[in-house]
């Protein structure tokens, strides 16, 4: 995949995908090739008007992991490949900094792998860029709030999951000054936009005092062309998502948190079954992903803490354990977590009710006793009908796991999702939540754990 507007060959091989990664005032390419989409800079994100504005490294991460989103989302996997899905991606990307980024290739090549499954080839040149262009000159404000570089403290990741809400209102009764970042992905922005807005409302209205920014962005892949196709597994969307929290963060002060708000049982996604092993199971905030990416950032010298508040925690756990149980309980149904949502569908129709993040934000939302049934298009636990192969597959696959895994996980079980770095905790801490987890939702389905 070529990445960048100063890289436009006439003749495009096959399987090339271009990424103009800066906003250019000549957009005729653009318009004749119908081959770019434009990676937002941080002028465009919002950044610049903000008057924040992040070093030039941290630039670089964000253009490289929007690249590597479009790249996964427009180089389809081969069924009549090798294995049927590895896929070799070779990233053509700029860098300030070439000599920087040549020591880092190891270790992002490492995690774009371990993330998607595939085999990731890096080339760096310099890059032939603009600078970003300045604050637009008119007062700076934000949500009804005038916004400097000392407003925020943190920056949560917020994708409008219940996880991630959580984790928001956790921070602000903290009496944390916070600024939310959200990342829309292709096809979901009618359902998941208005829940972010509405979240984020909802805890600006609780916490007055606070200082509450939100950035939403909106960067998607250019459409399939004669040239590249669609794929839907979205396994690099981590590191975008990863990647924009550090920018903001590294924009807002020196040494600004990121905190990633996801539940331990979810991170380690241990497959439920044999045939869930390896890249067919997401790895979008296990341990030896995050491991890897605070790895890339010490090599960069970003100095951004990576915040995991709820690692050893299970959803359940973190809905009964936060601190601002008024507004978690009151908000906590406008949340949004299904990987299988109707696009067209509105607020509280979108949940399917049958897919692995159904389940598991049932089971939690059950254990403190506000999980409602309507909410989901399908009852798993009551339907009234026969369920479809796709409706009972994960539903099979829990209760496999729930009847295997009685005595608790086993450390092969555990370790095939990934490796566990010791930096983060301990085989027996991740182990406990993983039980624990797999706990809510023998549970809440009423099977024996």
């Known amino acids: 995949m070529g990445s960048g507007a100063e890289y436009t060959p006439k003749d495009p091989p096959p399987d090339t995908v271009f990424l103009a990664l800066h906003s250019s005032d000549d957009e005729s390419a653009i318009k004749e090739k119908h081959l770019w989409n434009r990676a937002r800079s941080a002028h465009a ?22 690249a590597a989103y479009c790249a996964d989302l427009r180089l389809p996997r081969r069924r009549d490949g090798y294995d049927g899905w590895t896929r070799h991606i070779v990233l053509h990307v700029p860098v300030a900094d070439v000599r920087l980024w040549t020591l880092q290739v190891r270790t ?31 007062q700076n404000q934000h949500h009804g709030m005038k916004v400097k570089s000392g407003s925020f403290d943190a920056v949560c990741l917020f994708s409008g999951g219940l996880d991630s809400f959580v984790g928001a209102a956790d921070a602000l009764a903290e009496g944390r000054n916070l600024l939310l970042m959200s990342h829309v992905p292709e096809g979901v922005a009618r359902w998941l936009s208005p829940a972010q807005r509405n979240l984020q409302a909802g805890l600006a209205a609780a916490n007055q005092g606070r200082h509450l920014g939100h950035l939403r962005v909106t960067l998607n892949p250019p459409k399939p062309t004669e040239y590249s196709g669609k794929e839907n597994t979205q396994r690099a969307r981590s590191l ?43 790895r979008t905030t296990h341990p030896n992903a995050m491991h890897l990416y605070c790895q890339l950032l010490k090599g960069l010298a970003i ?3 990576i915040e995991l508040p709820y690692i050893f925690q299970t959803k359940g756990e973190m809905l009964a354990r936060t601190k601002d149980p008024q507004v978690v309980r009151r908000l906590a149904a406008g949340s949004v977590s299904c990987a299988n949502p109707n696009p067209r569908s509105a607020a509280k129709e979108e949940h399917c009710g049958y897919c692995v993040p159904c389940i598991i934000r049932r089971a939690a939302m059950s254990a403190i006793g506000i999980d409602s049934a309507s909410d989901y298009r399908l009852d798993i636990r009551n339907p009234g009908k026969s369920l479809t192969d796709k409706e009972a597959s994960h539903l099979k696959g829990f ?11 086993s ?39």
């Open 108 to 138: 992002l090549s490492r995690l774009l792998s371990f993330l998607s499954g595939d085999l990731w080839q890096i080339e760096l040149r310099e890059q032939d860029a603009p600078a970003p262009k300045g604050p637009r000159g008119r």
């Open 303 to 305: 100095r951004v803490p």
């Open 45 to 66: 994100l919002g950044l610049h008007d903000l008057e924040l504005r992040p070093p030039q490294a941290a630039l670089d991460l964000y253009r490289i992991s929007a």
């Open 411 to 449: 450390v092969p079980e555990l370790l095939s999702a990934g490796d566990l770095p010791p930096s983060l905790g301990s085989t027996t801490d991740f182990r406990d939540v993983h039980d624990r987890g797999l706990a809510e939702v023998a549970a809440f389905l009423g099977r024996a754990a």
């Open 399 to 409: 209760e496999m796991a729930i009847r295997n895994r009685a005595g608790g996980v």
């Open 240 to 282: 975008l998502f990863l990647g924009l929290g550090t920018l903001a963060a590294t924009a807002i002060g020196e040494s600004a948190p990121l905190i990633v708000p996801e539940n331990g049982f979810i991170s380690l996604n241990v497959p439920l079954t044999p045939g869930r092993i390896g890249s067919s199971s997401t």
